[in-house]
């Protein structure tokens, strides 16, 4: 492989040592469950995002379906989110017993459409959660106001966005509480599985603390039913090493980003909207194209790793054969997922790939090469 889609060893190599003597140092401690780690990240995090306060859990999915269940969404509730994103927002909706209700995105961003957003709601819509997909951040001005007007709760899907700003504010800090995963390709991620919840609202981090540790403020005194999900200590050490690298490698993100716009304008093919007055942090570097597979098996055939987020939507999933489908579809979601390619992107992608990324892409356009003048 000449360019890798995501390279973690490339990672390793920036922050392994570091990362190395705090798994040690806390193993030595043997203070392996929540204890100083999970707690110093959990604040270190919330500074970080500009909040009042974080909450660890095991996984991004966890720490989505724990904020819905806190604000009470269970069976006989319905949930709008975005048709375009991975699955794990639907399962956490899933997971309450409530209805999730998928809503097309828009078709620079792919983010939720504000307008379908408001129509898709009823009496039963209890939350609503935009996904800040790709590292930009979703349309949240509009979003809260239909939200603050009808009553629901806004939960922010922050698990492609750690860093990113929308109007001058931190993903993570624009609706009731946020939920970020550290899934280890993220840009923040751990070693393993990780995710938090971040909020302004009290009661909620109050909440949610509860339900990830079976419902005990005091050991063996169990108020409410719980769960275990709660962040694994060795991981909140590595993450703390992390986090104060995540504005750098965003920064380098962000470099490799514009360098991928002036080589594909160049080409006539046009890079990833960026809304105005908001910072996307460029988890995935996503353009649409033509003819998707045959182009990404002839750039594989020339050594460049891409991806694809996503190729089968939720409503087309084995999982939501039942789900109940919007009139009309999802047109938006559905051409996307016929042509969205995600060309590689990671902080330590060393520059002078990219024109060659987009030379292959180039070539890819072409059956053999040659055979076109
Ligand atoms: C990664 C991701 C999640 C879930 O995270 P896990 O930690 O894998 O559970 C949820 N939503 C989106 C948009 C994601 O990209």
């Not at 995090?45 to 724990?66: I, K, N, P, Q, R």
């Not at 962000?254 to 809304?275: D, F, M, N």
Request: proline share 5%.
């Amino acid at each position: 492989m000449t360019v890798r889609f995501v390279d973690l060893m490339a990672q390793w190599a920036d922050v392994g040592d570091e990362v190395e003597a705090a798994v040690v140092h806390t193993l030595r401690r043997t203070d392996l469950v929540l204890g100083h780690d999970v707690e110093r990240f959990e604040e270190e995090l919330a500074d970080y995002c500009e909040v009042a306060g974080a909450v660890g859990t095991d996984s991004g999915l966890s720490a989505l379906e724990l904020i819905l269940r806190a604000y009470g969404v269970g069976p006989e509730d319905e949930v709008i989110t975005a048709a375009n994103t991975f699955i794990a927002t639907a399962l956490a909706i899933s997971a309450t017993g409530a209805s999730p209700v998928l809503v097309d995105v828009d078709p620079r961003t792919y983010t939720i459409d504000p307008l379908l957003f408001e129509a898709a709601i009823t009496e039963r819509t209890k939350a609503v959660v935009p996904v800040h997909l790709y590292g930009q951040p979703a349309e949240m001005d509009s979003i809260r106001a239909i939200a603050r007007r009808h009553g629901l709760v806004v939960v922010e899907d922050a698990c492609q966005a750690h860093g990113a700003r929308y109007r001058g504010r931190r993903a993570g800090s624009l609706g009731d509480a946020a939920a970020f995963s550290f899934y280890p390709s993220k840009n923040l991620g751990a070693y393993g599985d990780g995710g938090a919840i971040v909020s302004n609202d009290g009661a909620l981090l109050d909440e949610v603390r509860l339900l990830r540790n079976y419902g005990q403020r005091e050991k063996y005194r169990h108020e409410v039913r719980g769960f275990n999900h709660r962040l694994d200590t060795l991981q909140a050490a590595a993450l703390r090493v992390k986090l104060c690298r995540l504005d750098g490698w965003n920064q380098a993100r962000r470099e490799r980003a514009a360098a991928y716009g002036q080589a594909l304008r160049a080409i006539g093919i046009e890079p990833p909207h960026v809304v105005d007055d908001v910072e996307p942090v460029w988890h995935l570097f996503v353009i649409e194209v033509d003819e998707r597979d045959a182009r990404r098996q002839r750039m594989l055939e020339a050594g460049i790793d891409t991806g694809v987020h996503y190729p089968i939507p939720i409503h087309r999933q084995g999982a939501y054969a039942d789900l109940r489908v919007a009139a009309g579809g999802y047109p938006i979601t559905e051409r996307a997922a016929q042509r969205l390619l995600s060309l590689p992107m990671y902080p330590q992608l060393p520059l002078d790939l990219i024109p060659v990324v987009v030379d292959a892409l180039l070539a890819s356009a072409r059956p053999t090469s040659g055979a076109l003048t």
